[in-house]
């Protein structure tokens, strides 16, 4: 993998405005990005619908999904051993906690889109419950559809996923997007634009 595509995205999980690098910063962060590629358990599950499930009819994702002919709800985590460590790092260095917290996120959106990309070409980004004003319980409707217990992650009564670095989202089938910031549904929300940054790779404007 190449690190320095997961980086812009690693500093902004960090609070970092503006900054792209720093001798020791980035050390830190290829170390805890090695560590994580040897520590993670990526895993993903799916599902398709041609009928879009009945929560998927009100705003904000009857505009996303608009044109589509079918939807992908999918759940996708790193694992419980990437939580284990943060908290043992927690305990022990707390700057490299931070770090391998922060690397984690990006390493998750990461390899999400990676395998996404393998679903096929006629598909929109990912929209995740929580964006664009949507409700964070949705969550929850989309794992009484796809169960990803079987992957091994839970949600708890406040709608938060156990393991922590782990997703849920939908994704529209036979319209194509990208991640651009023209075409972002959070653009007028997002922490990435205000800081010079993008969330994906720049080449892709």
């Known amino acids: 993998m190449n690190f320095s595509d997961l980086k812009p995205a690693v500093y902004s999980y960090l609070g970092f405005k503006g900054v792209r690098e720093s001798g020791e910063t980035d050390a830190l962060i290829d170390s805890c990005l090695g560590e994580l590629e040897e520590t993670a358990q990526f895993r993903y599950l799916y599902r398709s619908f041609e009928d879009c499930p009945a929560f998927l009819k009100k705003q904000p994702y009857a505009e996303f999904l608009s044109g589509c002919t079918g939807v992908i ?3 996708m985590t790193l694992g419980a051993g990437v939580d284990m460590r943060i908290n043992r790092l927690a305990r022990s260095d707390m700057a490299r906690s931070v770090v391998f917290d922060s690397c984690a996120s990006a390493y998750l959106e990461y390899r999400s889109d990676s395998f996404e990309a393998s679903l096929g070409a006629e598909l929109t980004s990912r929209f995740c419950p929580g964006y664009g004003g949507s409700p964070l319980s949705d ?5 009484s559809l796809i169960r990803p217990e079987k ?3 839970t949600l708890n009564e406040n709608y938060f996923m156990l393991p922590s670095k782990s997703m849920a989202g939908v994704i529209g089938i036979g319209k194509r997007t990208q991640k651009t910031c023209g075409s972002c549904i959070m653009l007028k929300y997002c922490k990435f634009r205000e800081e010079g940054l993008r969330c994906y790779s720049p080449e892709r404007e």
């Not at 969550?139 to 794992?143: H, L, S, T, Y």
């Open 73 to 75: 709800l999918s759940v």
């Open 139 to 143: 969550i929850g409707e989309i794992f």
């Open 151 to 153: 992957i091994g992650v």
